[in-house]
C-alpha cells in the first residue's frame, strides 16, 4: 500500500465511526517506507486528529484522540532508534551490571557481573570470546537483588600505574559491609588483574541488604567518586541521606593519589565539608540521594549525572553540584514524600531535579546513563540516555540548562536493562540483565533528523509546589492529559481567590507557573486545579 493511499484513507477520520477511523491508521505501522514518507503521513493524520479533538465535548473522546495521536508520534520517533545486539558470537555474561573501559588506548570493554568477576573483551564485531579480567567471587557475598559486585573505576593514569578500584559487598564476618577497594593489573598480562593486590580503601556498614548504589567513576577532577544509597528499608527511616555523620545517602569525592593520616586516601580540600567541626563526613561531596544506582559525567560540559532510584512514586534525574542537598527523604522526585513528610516541611534550599517521571505507566526503576557525545547519531547529540528497569523503556532527555528539560520516547526492550556503557568513540551501550546477558550497541539515524521531543502526561495531576516555604515566588507544575478547559487559582486560609494563574484551555502538556506573593502577607495558602471535572488542591506556605 502507498503512503498517500494510506493518508487517503486517513482522512476518514472526519466523518467514519471510530472504529472504521482507527483501523486503516493501524496499517501505518505495516508498510515499508522512508522517515520522509511517514513523516508526510504522520503530520497531516495528526492535523485530522486534532481537528477532531477541537470538535469533541467528552473528556473521553478527548484522551482517545490525544493518545492515539502520541502514539503514532511515539512509533515514527521509535522507529528510527534500536539497540542491537553488537556481539552475536561472543558469549553472554551471568547478570552483568557495569560496562566500563579502561582508558589505556586499547580497543576493550569490561563487564562487572554482580556475582564477582570482570571479564574483558575486544569492542570489534566479530569478537567470539571474552577473559576473566579480575575474579573476586570468594571476597563477594551475598550476591542477587542489590548486593555484589556492583562497580568499576579505571585510574585516570591507569596504562602507568595498573591501579583499579571496584565496589562490592561481602557478609562473612557477619555484618554486611560495602568495601571500596583498589587492584592492580599484572604487569606481564594486560588481560589478567592479580587477585592478591586488594587494598581496601574504605568499608561501610550496611544496615539494610537494598539500596547499595554501587557506581564508581573518576571525574574531570581526577578525583573518585563514590555513589552510596541511604542503607535501605523504605522511605529512609532512620533518614541516613539527610544526616551529614554517615556517607550513606550520599555521592562521595576522595582523591586516591594521596593518603590522610588513618586513611587508604586524602580528602579533597574543595569538598564541602573539609575540616568542619560538626563532625560532618568530609568525603561528601552531595547528599540528599535514596540510591544512586548510576551515574556519569558529560566531557564536554563536566556536570555530573545521577539517576537517583525513588521510592513509591517518582524516578528522578539530578546534575549533582558540590555540596548539594537533593532532598530526599524530605523529597521524591518535585513532591514531598507523602510518608517522611506529610506536611511538606524543611524544604527550603532543597536542590529540584531536573526532571522526574512517575510509577503510573508502570515505571519504577531509572537506570542512569551517559550524555550522548558519538557521532553516529547526530539527532541525539547532547542528549541524555537512560532508561527504567521495570519497563525496560529507554528515553533521550534535552537539557541545556536554560529551558525546561524535555524527553523523546527511543525504545522499549524485551529484556531488563541493568546499565549503560560507552566506548571510546562516546557511543552508548546498554547491558541486559540476566543470567545470559548481552551487549547491546544504540543505533539510529546518520543525518541530524528533525524530530520534536514528546511527553504526554496519562492523568491529570497537580505537584506539590518548590520550593515550598517559599518567599517570595514559588513554582507549581501541573500535568493534562489532554486539551482541557482548565484554570489555576490561589486562595488563603480564609478561602479568599489571591491570584488566578491560568484560565482557559490548554493542550495535552506538562506546565509550570510561577506564583509571586510578593505584595502577599505571610501564611498558609492553597492553590487548586481545575479542569473538566478535575479538581485537585494543595497547601504552600508563604514565610516572610
Known amino acids: 500500500m502507498l503512503w498517500?493511499?494510506?493518508?487517503?484513507?486517513?482522512?476518514?477520520?472526519?466523518?467514519?465511526?471510530?472504529?472504521?477511523?482507527?483501523?486503516?491508521?493501524?496499517?501505518?505501522?505495516?508498510?515499508?517506507?522512508?522517515?520522509?514518507?511517514k513523516k508526510s503521513f504522520l503530520i497531516?493524520?495528526?492535523?485530522?486528529?486534532?481537528?477532531?479533538?477541537?470538535?469533541?465535548?467528552?473528556?473521553k473522546s478527548k484522551i482517545i484522540y490525544t493518545t492515539f495521536a502520541f502514539f503514532f508520534w511515539t512509533i515514527l520517533l521509535n522507529a528510527q532508534y534500536q539497540w542491537q545486539d553488537q556481539y552475536p558470537s561472543l558469549p553472554s555474561f551471568s547478570f552483568p551490571v557495569d560496562l566500563v573501559i579502561s582508558g589505556d588506548g586499547t580497543n576493550r570493554f569490561f563487564v562487572v557481573q554482580q556475582y564477582g568477576v570482570i571479564s574483558t573483551f575486544e569492542n570489534i564485531p566479530g569478537v567470539d570470546r571474552h577473559k576473566v579480567f579480575l575474579d573476586i567471587s570468594d571476597r563477594?557475598?551475598?550476591?542477587?537483588?542489590?548486593?555484589?559486585?556492583?562497580g568499576l573505576a579505571f585510574h585516570p593514569n591507569y596504562p602507568d600505574s595498573g591501579y583499579f578500584y571496584v565496589n562490592y559487598t561481602n557478609s562473612k564476618s557477619g555484618t554486611l559491609r560495602s568495601y571500596i577497594a583498589r587492584y592492580t593489573v599484572s604487569a606481564t598480562n594486560p588481560d589478567s588483574a592479580l587477585h592478591e593486590s586488594e587494598v581496601i580503601l574504605l568499608t561501610v556498614d550496611q544496615p539494610y541488604t537494598n539500596h547499595k548504589g554501587g557506581k564508581l567513576a573518576f571525574g574531570p577532577d581526577g578525583y573518585l567518586y563514590i555513589?552510596?544509597?541511604?542503607?535501605?528499608?523504605?522511605?529512609?527511616?532512620?533518614?541516613?541521606?539527610q544526616n551529614l555523620s554517615t556517607v550513606l545517602g550520599k555521592i562521595l569525592r576522595v582523591d586516591v593519589n594521596k593518603t590522610d593520616p588513618g586513611l587508604q586516601y586524602s580528602i579533597p580540600p574543595t569538598n564541602p565539608f573539609?575540616?568542619?567541626?560538626?563532625?560532618?563526613?568530609?568525603?561528601?561531596?552531595?547528599?540528599?540521594?535514596?540510591?544512586?544506582?548510576?551515574?556519569?559525567?558529560?566531557?564536554?560540559?563536566?556536570?555530573?549525572?545521577?539517576?537517583?532510584?525513588?521510592?513509591?512514586?517518582?524516578?528522578?534525574?539530578?546534575?549533582?553540584?558540590?555540596?548539594?542537598?537533593?532532598?530526599?527523604?524530605?523529597?521524591e522526585g518535585f513532591i514531598c514524600n507523602a510518608v517522611a513528610n506529610p506536611a511538606c516541611q524543611d524544604t527550603a534550599g532543597l536542590i529540584s531535579p531536573i526532571w522526574d517521571y512517575s510509577h503510573n505507566n508502570g515505571d519504577a526503576a531509572i537506570i542512569g546513563g551517559y550524555v550522548y557525545r558519538g557521532t553516529a547519531i547526530p539527532s541525539l547529540s547532547g542528549m541524555y540516555i537512560f532508561g527504567d528497569y521495570v519497563t525496560r523503556n529507554t528515553w533521550a532527555l534535552a537539557y541545556d540548562g536554560i529551558h525546561s528539560a524535555?524527553?523523546?520516547?527511543?525504545?522499549?526492550?524485551?529484556?531488563?536493562?541493568?546499565?549503560?556503557?560507552v566506548d571510546t568513540s562516546r557511543e552508548i551501550y546498554l547491558c541486559s540483565y540476566s543470567s545470559s546477558g548481552r551487549?547491546?550497541?544504540?543505533?539510529?539515524?546518520?543525518?541530524?533528523?528533525?524530530?520534536?521531543?514528546?511527553?504526554?502526561?496519562?492523568?491529570y495531576q497537580l505537584i506539590q509546589n518548590f520550593p515550598n516555604p517559599f518567599n517570595p515566588s514559588t513554582v507549581i507544575k501541573y500535568d493534562l492529559p489532554a486539551l482541557s478547559k482548565m484554570s489555576l487559582k490561589v486562595y488563603d486560609l480564609l478561602g479568599r481567590e489571591v491570584a488566578t494563574l491560568v484560565d482557559g484551555t490548554k493542550p495535552a502538556g506538562t506546565y509550570t507557573e510561577i506564583w509571586n506573593a510578593n505584595t502577599m502577607?505571610?501564611?498558609?495558602?492553597?492553590?487548586?486545579?481545575?479542569?473538566?471535572?478535575?479538581?485537585?488542591?494543595?497547601?504552600?506556605?508563604?514565610?516572610?
Open 140 to 150: 563477594v557475598s551475598p550476591t542477587g537483588e542489590e548486593l555484589g559486585l556492583l
Open 274 to 331: 573539609y575540616m568542619n567541626q560538626f563532625g560532618y563526613r568530609e568525603e561528601i561531596f552531595a547528599y540528599g540521594l535514596r540510591n544512586p544506582w548510576k551515574f556519569s559525567f558529560d566531557p564536554v560540559t563536566s556536570n555530573l549525572w545521577v539517576g537517583d532510584v525513588g521510592q513509591d512514586t517518582k524516578e528522578e534525574i539530578d546534575i549533582v553540584t558540590r555540596g548539594g542537598n537533593y532532598g530526599w527523604h524530605l523529597m
Open 44 to 59: 497531516e493524520t495528526t492535523e485530522v486528529v486534532y481537528s477532531r479533538i477541537s470538535q469533541e465535548d467528552s473528556m
Open 406 to 421: 524535555s524527553i523523546r520516547p527511543l525504545t522499549t526492550e524485551s529484556y531488563s536493562i541493568s546499565s549503560f556503557g
Open 4 to 37: 498517500n493511499d494510506l493518508l487517503g484513507i486517513s482522512l476518514r477520520f472526519r466523518t467514519n465511526s471510530l472504529h472504521d477511523r482507527i483501523f486503516p491508521l493501524l496499517a501505518f505501522v505495516l508498510p515499508q517506507g522512508t522517515y520522509s514518507e
Open 521 to 544: 502577607p505571610s501564611g498558609v495558602y492553597f492553590y487548586k486545579l481545575t479542569a473538566d471535572g478535575f479538581v485537585q488542591t494543595r497547601k504552600m506556605i508563604l514565610q516572610k
Open 439 to 459: 551487549i547491546f550497541k544504540l543505533t539510529g539515524p546518520a543525518t541530524n533528523v528533525n524530530q520534536e521531543t514528546v511527553h504526554l502526561p496519562h492523568i
Open 227 to 241: 555513589g552510596f544509597g541511604d542503607g535501605g528499608s523504605a522511605n529512609d527511616p532512620e533518614n541516613r541521606a
